[in-house]
Structure formats: structure tokens, C-alpha cells
Nanobody, 120 residues
């Protein structure tokens, strides 16, 4: 089970940190990814981190977002800097089971989502 938190309303240029906390003792054996979905748009890959700590990013967030993990806390973080109105979306974390990191079908368990709203 995954629990995403940390969303909120911020202004353009601000920063926000999302958290994704997992239950289960073997969670450190898996990667975790973040996706987002804006109203009327398809779910989009944001970032992912594998069990070894190697991270990958979507083109729209490279250089602004950073993903990290704390295995002792079973938590993955998404640090979002220089936020823009187009970053407004519901952000979901998910467990990377296998397959290509940016594909939705590579993830098997999903959190409930946390809303990030960036005002201009």
C-alpha cells in the first residue's frame, strides 16, 4: 500500500516536496515512480528511482525535480523546485514492478494521489 502526501497550493517559482510512504518490509526491493495527471490530460511520467537509487526523469521536469528514497522509512520523496502553472496536476506514486520505467503498465501498485496546484 502506498500513501502519497505533500501536495498543496503554491505560487509559480515555489518549491514543494511530495512523499510516498509504503507499507511492507520488502519495499526496498522495488523502485518507485511518480506520475501526474492534469485535468483532461493523460497520465504522464514524472520521475522514478530504482532500488539501487538510480533515477530517471521526464523531459518536462529535468533539472527542476529530484527524486530520492529513504529505505529506513520506506519513503520516496519528490522535491519539486521552480514550479510552473503547467505542473498543476494530481501526482501519483507507484511501485515499479518491472519493465520500462516510463510506462504506466510497468507499475503495479498505486497510491491515491495528491493534488499540486501552482498559481501564476
Amino acid at each position: 500500500q502506498l500513501q502519497a502526501s505533500g501536495g498543496g497550493l503554491v505560487q509559480a517559482g515555489d518549491s514543494l516536496r511530495l512523499s510516498c510512504t509504503a507499507s511492507g518490509r520488502t519495499y526496498s526491493n522495488y523502485g518507485t515512480g511518480w506520475f501526474r495527471q492534469a485535468p483532461g490530460k493523460e497520465r504522464e511520467f514524472v520521475a522514478t528511482i530504482n532500488r539501487s537509487g538510480v533515477s530517471y526523469y521526464g523531459d518536462s521536469v529535468k533539472g527542476r525535480f529530484a527524486i530520492s528514497r529513504d529505505n529506513a522509512k520506506n519513503t520516496v520523496y519528490l522535491q519539486m523546485n521552480s514550479l510552473m502553472p503547467e505542473d498543476t496536476a494530481v501526482y501519483y506514486c507507484a511501485r515499479w514492478a518491472s519493465g520500462i520505467y516510463y510506462r504506466i503498465l510497468s507499475y503495479d501498485y498505486w497510491g491515491q494521489g495528491t493534488l499540486v496546484t501552482v498559481s501564476s
